[in-house]
Nanobody, 115 residues
Framework: QVKLVESGGGLVQAGGSLRLSCAAP????????MGWYRQAPGKQRELVAI???????NYVDSVKGRFTISRDNAKNTVYLQMNSLNAEDTAVYYC?????????WGQGIQVTVSS
């Protein structure tokens, strides 16, 4: 299991921005997709955004136009830039790497948006 380290979460006012980062502290040569998921209290975990090895991206409808996922392959890092945050974005955010055919998850990081 590859340990993924997330950072950048916290408390922000509605309309504000945060940038999440998720890094693998070791060199990995066969990362396929990287993604961000979130789980709000009482709800199922949902996919927020995903980026493939060739840079193709996909977003859940609720964040399109507000969130941007990107990756730095040299740093084994994926980012999630979140703008125009609202209360519905409050959740624990998890990153996921697909390395070969296996999934590796981060420990989760809290994002709280105050209205």
């Amino acid at each position: 299991q590859v340990k993924l380290v997330e950072s950048g979460g916290g408390l922000v006012q509605a309309g504000g921005s945060l940038r999440l980062s998720c890094a693998a502290p070791v060199s990995i040569f066969n990362i396929n997709a990287m993604g961000w998921y979130r789980q709000a209290p009482g709800k199922q975990r949902e996919l927020v955004a995903i980026i493939t090895s060739i840079g193709s991206t996909n977003y859940v409808d609720s964040v399109k136009g507000r969130f941007t996922i990107s990756r730095d392959n040299a740093k084994n890092t994926v980012y999630l830039q979140m703008n125009s945050l609202n209360a519905e974005d409050t959740a624990v955010y998890y990153c996921k790497f697909i390395i070969a055919v296996r999934e590796h998850w981060g420990q989760g990081i809290q994002v709280t948006v105050s209205s």
